[in-house]
């Protein structure tokens, strides 16, 4: 039996007090965090307020954040914690209104699945299958990382643009539409998809931060659901955004020069064609960025194309190669998941 | 002579050419021969691979395979590029996907064998050159600088991806090369989350609100600079500051430095070589600080 201080982060809604609170624990090899927090409430401070239920990693109660990660508390040990920080720092899950000690309101968290609108719309018009709907196995393999959210938040406690922004939808919203969006048996995906590209918070608006995927305790990787997300609705052609107009725009400088442009990336990012065709707006967004660009010049960043490296003109030769051959066994593909869709269509329609 | 296959990255080769010059100065006096591969593409930063993860796969492959050949090791000088280096690194690994890839880099007869191991300068600063040979090149100690590291997502996740488990010392490193020079450690809470780069053009209020609170926390924490190993965070850190002072309404003014500019400095290197004059947020109160 070994003594461990804890440093908890402590806040009183009756006098709005915050403040930090250390207790010495008698801590058993192989403990974790919950346990000692127990300890903490049964012998020492009845009044320390934090959720949990299961013990086992199940419900997702238990979430907070242990030495600034956000993580549950049941399924880390103490000397799991104290390899990252001595004396071990709990406090409440991050991006979320504190209500009392280590508890936090999850509505925002909760209320951004129903904006998602994360649950089965399963095909009205057509009979249901005789026995079950049908998934294949490499399908349901490809995607079942994202079916294993307890909600416990943990992804949207330490989400550095939900950090910034109300209306992301963050994580582990966005990794449950991925998971509808992949599901044989949602009618929606078509809508899903351009919902999710259109939509303010929405896909493009996540900056591949990994910090969900760092902190997510069930692996559902919501980064990765999210960055194939963006795939898939580039695919199905939602290519009127700022995200999917970058997303080509570094994408064609690459292929011509093998570097990225980055002094051409925000004419590219605002939409030539929208340039040209003198729309306001698109103007409009093209003046913010030139403040910066004129500093960039004065402090001689601004490099002249010539100066601009490229790279050589035999990997040139080689990146344009390569970049037109994928392109064009994509569309080899195209037909191939074409035939492969209509089958599809039949097996789950039952019929 | 240590001898590495130099990726310099796009960015070091475009808006922060004092990453690029400041890199060969070290090096030279470090006694590191760099070749560099003028060939190489771009990583596609994770932007590629939005629409076409696919090609972005490709594009590793081939600079890992031109690594390969040379029989030398992958060295990165960027936060972003080392990430998506030893991502593309994991998934090639499968010799199936392996194949399939390989196939766009027969018509040059090369292959990617599986073996890379990309790594960033500040990870080979200390695993390669070691504590010691750093100490015995420092002229002057940053003894009179405040430190705060801001590290860029993809040095420090997924830590999976990275190898921290078999390198711990990678969790840290930026805190042991500051404490290694001579200078002391501002920690706080924004050093290791993101700056907000990649979403500058398609959500600029929420990428400066980034850069801005990170930038802010540090200053007051009495940090007199940052220093990071990546020009992209550089970019937005740098370049964008006045931009961020205004989006969070404070003032701000702390000079960002690159990884081999602090090094530089504390082996006495010259500033204007290592660029030090070519940033936004003028640097010269730091040098000042130093007597340089
Ligand atoms: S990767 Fe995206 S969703 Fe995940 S934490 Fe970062 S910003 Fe949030
Ligand atoms: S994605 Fe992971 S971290 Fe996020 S709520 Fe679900 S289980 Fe928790
Ligand atoms: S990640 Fe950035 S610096 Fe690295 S190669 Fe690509 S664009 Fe260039
Ligand atoms: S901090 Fe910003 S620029 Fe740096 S690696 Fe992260 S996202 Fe990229
Ligand atoms: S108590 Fe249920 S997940 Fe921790």
């Given at each position: 039996m070994a003594q461990q201080e804890f440093i908890i982060q402590r806040y009183n809604p009756d006098t709005d007090e915050s403040y930090e609170e250390s207790f010495d624990v008698d801590v058993q090899p192989g403990q974790t965090l919950l346990d000692s927090l127990n300890q903490i409430k049964w012998e020492?401070?009845?009044t320390l307020s934090f959720r949990m239920s299961c013990?086992?990693?199940?419900?997702?109660?238990?979430a907070m954040k242990v030495n600034g990660q956000s993580m549950l508390t049941c399924q880390t040990q103490v000397d799991a914690a104290v390899e990252r920080g001595d004396p071990v720092r709990i406090g409440p899950m991050g991006n979320q209104n504190v209500v009392?000690?280590?508890?936090?309101?999850?509505t925002k968290f909760l209320q951004q699945f129903e904006r998602a609108e994360t649950w089965l719309e399963p095909y009205e018009d057509q009979e249901p299958p005789e026995k079950e709907y049908r998934q294949k196995v490499e399908e349901f393999d490809h995607w079942?990382?994202?079916?294993?959210?307890?909600?416990?938040?943990a992804c949207y406690s330490d989400c550095t643009v939900a950090a910034v922004d109300e209306n992301f939808l963050g994580p582990a919203a966005l990794a449950k539409a991925y998971r509808f969006v992949m599901d044989?048996?949602?009618?929606?995906r078509e809508e899903r998809l351009e919902y999710l590209s259109e939509t303010?918070?929405?896909?493009?608006?996540?900056?591949?931060?990994?910090m969900c995927v760092q902190a997510c305790p069930k692996d559902v990787l919501p980064m990765d659901a999210i960055m194939e997300l963006r795939t898939l609705a580039i695919e199905a052609?939602?290519?009127?955004?700022h995200g999917a107009r970058h997303h080509k725009g570094f994408a064609g400088g690459v292929r011509k020069?093998?570097?990225?442009d980055e002094m051409m990336l925000p004419v590219q990012s605002v939409g030539i064609g929208r340039l040209l065709t003198g729309q306001i707006s698109a103007h409009k967004e093209m003046m913010d960025y030139t403040p910066g660009a004129i500093r960039l010049l004065k402090s001689r960043k601004l490099l002249t194309i010539a100066q601009r490296h490229g790279a050589s003109a035999e990997g040139r030769e080689q990146i344009q190669r390569i970049f037109d051959e994928v392109e064009s066994e994509k569309h080899h593909h195209d037909v191939d998941a074409d035939a492969f869709g209509a089958e599809f269509e039949t097996a789950i329609g039952g019929h | 002579m240590s001898k590495y296959a130099f990726w310099p990255g796009c960015v070091a080769r475009g808006a922060a050419p004092e990453l690029y010059t400041s890199t060969l100065a070290v090096a030279e006096h470090l006694g590191m021969d760099l070749v560099e591969l003028e060939a190489a593409a771009c990583t596609g930063a994770g932007i590629i691979s939005d629409g076409e993860p696919y090609l972005q796969d490709v594009l590793n492959a081939r600079t890992m395979a031109m690594s390969e050949q040379m029989d030398l090791p992958l060295m990165d000088i960027c936060s972003t590029c080392v990430g998506v280096h030893r991502l593309a690194a994991e998934k090639l690994r499968d010799v199936d996907y392996r194949i399939r890839i390989n196939h766009h880099l027969a018509p040059e007869g090369i292959e990617y064998r599986g073996s890379a191991d990309p790594r960033h300068l500040l990870w080979i600063l200390l695993e390669d050159v070691g504590i010691d040979k750093i100490n015995s090149m420092i002229?002057?100690?940053?003894?009179e600088l405040n430190l705060g590291p801001f590290y860029g997502c993809y040095i420090v996740r997924p830590e999976r991806t990275l190898d921290f488990d078999a390198h711990?010392?990678?969790?840290d490193s930026l805190e042991q090369l500051i404490d290694i020079l001579g200078a002391t450690t501002v920690t706080y809470?924004?050093?290791?989350?993101?700056?907000?780069?990649?979403?500058?053009?398609?959500n600029k209020k929420n990428s400066l609100t980034m850069a801005g609170s990170h930038l802010d926390e540090a200053q007051s924490k009495g940090a007199d600079a940052l220093v990071t190993p990546c020009p992209l965070c550089h970019l937005n850190l740098d370049a964008q500051q006045p931009d961020a002072a205004k989006v969070i309404d404070r003032s701000l003014n702390l000079p960002i430095l690159h990884v081999p500019q602090l090094m530089g400095l504390a082996m006495g290197i010259d500033p204007e070589k290592l660029g030090l004059?070519?940033?936004?947020?003028?640097t010269r109160n730091l040098l000042n600080k130093l007597g340089v």
């Open positions: 020492q401070d009845g013990r086992h990693a199940i419900c997702g109660s238990c009392k000690d280590l508890v936090v309101d999850v079942s990382h994202a079916s294993t959210c307890i909600h416990c938040g044989s048996r949602d009618s929606k303010q918070g929405g896909i493009w608006d996540c900056t591949r931060c990994y052609g939602h290519t009127n955004n020069r093998g570097r990225l | 002229k002057r100690p940053l003894e711990p010392t990678r969790r809470d924004g050093m290791t989350k993101c700056c907000g780069f990649p979403i500058l053009t398609t004059t070519r940033h936004v947020v003028d």
